[in-house]
């Protein structure tokens, strides 16, 4: 059997090249032929501790020799202290674990929907963001603003608006009797880490009190860490009704969660459930993520090592000639101003360095939240060279 013929047996869900990922260690991943990658991507936000990290393995082993699945119909340790850990470090009283941050959002959906049902006389409805993503589920899908899934697996399912990021007038238009929530990414990441202005933030929380409907935050890629505070909506200074995490809080294994405020956590048994939903394996390693985001120090240090990047970024822009630098903590992006950023980034995995494009003229950058200066200013070196010796058609 060739490697190709491996390839197809998987379903064709992306454009990948042939590189087979055989093992990883921090910044590290290493292919089938031994070819050693800097990490930049970390499974898009993911890896909070880098590749395999000594957090995730213990907690993984530790939990695997003891119990992996009761099933959900029974309370679990970990869960319980995943979720006492999570309440006590947020806004938020109760939690609903899921296996993806597109579950969590599912379920942060239907919260909403049982909410307008049981308080708002069957307000459904829910304001969404031009180019958000919210994850690949149908209603997740139908509540994304990417433009290139309008047509994509029609019939939607209904009841999702969308409105222009940070343009409270046209949120303020949409919002009816039948509007059980505005939901929104506090940072929308894939659509090119744009943030929410912190003004349009409190405008929203403002008019969803005034109106009398919830307000939904998708920190599935900004919690846990990754903008420099716990959850970024700490930097608004604005309060959800319900939050949703995944990516960060498993380090790389499936674990997402719904968090909401006791008077909106209406769900009453068998609204909402699942296999995995919180199975002890998977919590234990959240138990152990979030441990270590709330030691002394650690979220100081993403803002430091933030700061040095976007300053080590600023400064390949002035001498290349590219864009301005957006984003926060360790999720930023760098505008190329051309249409070459996957052009940048196949380079760049040739030179030994994985970036990510999230639009055409954008590359962004996701390191793990420990990543060294030497690792950054290792990234900054092989970008530098790749824009000097590669030639780009712009
Ligand atoms: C990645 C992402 C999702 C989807 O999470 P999955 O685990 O891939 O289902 C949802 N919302 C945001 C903001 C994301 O970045």
Redesign the pocket.
């Given at each position: 059997m060739t490697e190709q013929d491996q390839f197809d047996s998987l379903m064709a869900i992306a454009k990948r090249p042939p590189i087979i990922m055989t093992h990883g260690k921090g910044a590290r991943l290493v292919d089938q032929h031994g070819k050693e990658y800097l990490d930049f991507i970390q499974g898009?936000a993911v890896n909070t501790f880098g590749h395999s990290p000594e957090i995730v393995v213990d907690a993984l082993t530790r939990q695997a020799n003891s119990l992996i699945n009761p099933s959900p119909a029974f309370y679990n340790g970990p869960a319980l202290d995943l979720a006492t850990k999570l309440s006590k470090n947020s806004c938020f009283d109760r939690v609903f674990f899921t296996n993806?941050?597109?579950?969590a959002?599912e379920g942060a959906i239907k919260l909403a929907r049982k909410w307008g049902c049981k308080y708002r006389g069957g307000a459904y409805e829910i304001v969404t963001m031009e180019n958000s993503?919210?994850?690949?589920t149908l209603a997740?899908m139908s509540a994304s603003g990417k433009p290139q899934w309008k047509e994509l697996f029609e019939p939607k399912v209904p009841g999702f608006l969308k409105v222009p990021l940070n343009d409270i007038d046209a949120v303020d238009a949409v919002v009816t009797e039948k509007t059980a929530a505005v939901m929104l990414?506090p940072i929308l990441?894939?659509a090119g880490v744009i943030p929410a202005s912190e003004c349009f933030l409190k405008e929203l929380r403002k008019l969803t009190r005034e109106r009398g409907v919830l307000l939904i935050l998708?920190e599935?890629?900004t919690g846990m860490g990754r903008t420099g505070k716990l959850f970024a909506y700490e930097q608004s200074g604005v309060e959800p009704d319900i939050m949703t995490l995944?990516?960060g809080i498993g380090a790389g294994v499936p674990l997402?969660a719904v968090l909401a405020k006791e008077e909106v956590s209406c769900f009453d048994p068998g609204d909402q459930g699942g296999t995995y939903n919180g199975n002890p394996l998977m919590a234990a390693v959240g138990c152990a993520v979030l441990d270590a985001l709330i030691e002394p120090q650690f979220l100081e240090r993403v803002r430091e090592h933030g700061d040095y990047l976007a300053l080590r970024l600023e400064e390949l822009a002035r001498r290349h000639g590219l864009g301005t630098v957006q984003g926060r903590g360790l999720l930023l992006a760098l505008d190329l101003k051309y249409e070459i950023a996957e052009a940048v980034v196949e380079r760049a995995r040739d030179w030994g360095l994985l970036l990510n494009a999230p639009r055409p003229t954008l590359l962004r950058f996701m390191p793990a939240l420990n990543v060294s200066k030497k690792d950054i200013d290792e990234m900054i070196g092989i970008l530098d060279g790749v824009l000097s010796v590669e030639t780009f058609s712009r």
């Open positions: 898009w993806s941050g597109a579950e959002n993503f919210h994850g690949r997740t990414e990441g894939e998708d599935v890629q995944g990516k997402a």
